[in-house]
């Protein structure tokens, strides 16, 4: 349906972001406007003819500010950001221009897994025990009470990246010093936002994870899917694989998860826009792992259709956010009947990807609706702990949720990356080379 009178949305995004063109032709669709805030090279001149205006996401009032300053003659309806660093600033821009959305302290609390974990902790929310350490010198943890097993994050960077398990003293001061090895890289040397004095260690929890995807509408959770991660998250490393919705918890297990999301962004101060959180369950409780202000990330959120009972088509997530951000009443889309799911494809060791292998036989999988590769021929890619980027993604839809990961795991043996492997990284403390995943 097209707007009778073309509203306009400031899009925050990374250059890099997977979902801004999945958003360029949602707008399209409903006749909205978008204009791009991004953090691409100022020095380039509109080289994907979008007119955005670039700034420093590590700079999030000042990236607001310009913001403001570029469109203080236009009128927007709302505000959308895609990615952690994006909505910090975001969030400053929609208060700077009188637009309601997320308080950007709110904001910044979900960006600091520190800071987070102090406010789900001070709320009375289950939490781990934690507590923030130096990575230099290197803090020894029979002085410092550490216990095992437990987990070691950086504060602020995303998509499990640095994230290590650790089962004893050896594997602690190894993990340490893989942080600090890897916050020491260039490209997040160049970001002034990253905290590079500490990380946080704490309690590892067992169990199995699920994520929620939700929108927030005048502060109340609208609840759009629960995802099962079949794939166990353990360690030594947390790369995530696949999402399956909807979930197979049981309704009152599902309803626990929805009123402790609630009670997180709560917690967090957050009231307006999309929502995408994690969760561990164990047989004490339900962990709220991770809130951000933000829709799920990379292509993920093509998992995901709406339909509403006065439509018969579906919509992308994108739309739905959009129909949000201009001020459509969306209570009455709900996730599509069919079961669907993603596998972000793992990055077996780090190198130079040469070649896809089998990706026609992978397409030709009963319920495979799609597969993306998103890694670029002979570019470097990096494994976790310390890569970020997938190889790509595998979509599928089902009547039942393991026909979906049956689907997903099928399409996935039958893909092979060809990876050169290129001069060995090696550990700082074992050197042993990080080029492999273990």
Known sequence: MIASEQKS?????????????SF?????????????????????????????????????????????QEFRKRNFAGVVALGDRPAIAAAYAARGMGIFANHPVAVEACHNKLRMREVFRDAGLPTPSFRAVPLSPSPEPGLIGIHYPCVIKPLSLSASQGVMRADNREDFLSGIARIKQLLESPDLRSQRDVDFSHALVEDYIPGVEVALEGILVGGE???????????????????????????????????TIRRFAERAVRALGLSN???????????????????????????????????????????????????????????????EALSSGVMMIPVPSSG???????????????????????????????????????????????????????????????????????LPVQHPVTGKSLNSRN
Do not use: M, N
């Open 9 to 21: 949305v400031l899009l925050f995004a990374s250059k890099l972001g997977y979902q801004t063109r």
């Open 24 to 68: 360029s032709a949602a707008a399209r669709k409903l006749g909205v406007r978008l204009f791009y805030v991004t953090d691409r090279c100022h020095e380039l001149s509109d080289p994907w003819g979008d007119d955005a205006l670039a700034v420093r996401f590590d700079a999030p009032e000042h990236a607001a500010a310009r913001a403001q």
């Open 221 to 255: 959770l609208k609840l759009l899917a629960i995802f099962d991660k079949p794939d166990p998250l353990e360690g030594p490393f947390f790369e995530e694989t696949i999402y399956v919705a909807p979930s197979r918890l049981s309704a009152e297990r599902q309803a």
């Open 273 to 335: 826009g999309p929502v995408h959180a994690e969760f561990r369950i164990d047989e004490r409780s339900i962990w709220p792992i991770e809130v951000a202000p933000r829709p799920i990330g990379g292509l993920c959120a093509r998992s995901l259709e709406f339909r509403s009972p006065t439509h018969d088509f579906l919509i992308s997530l994108e739309e739905l956010i959009l129909r949000h951000a201009i001020g459509e009443d969306i209570s009455s889309w709900q996730r």
């Open 352 to 422: 130079v990807l040469e070649k896809v292998y089998g990706l026609d036989d992978s397409r030709h999988v009963r319920a495979i609706t799609e597969i993306e590769i998103t890694a670029r021929l002979h570019d470097t890619i990096l494994a976790w702990p310390e890569g970020s980027s997938y190889l790509g993604f595998i979509f599928a839809k089902a009547e039942r949720p393991k026909d979906v990961e049956h689907a997903l795991r099928s399409a996935h043996s039958r893909l092979r990356f060809a990876i050169r492997e290129t």
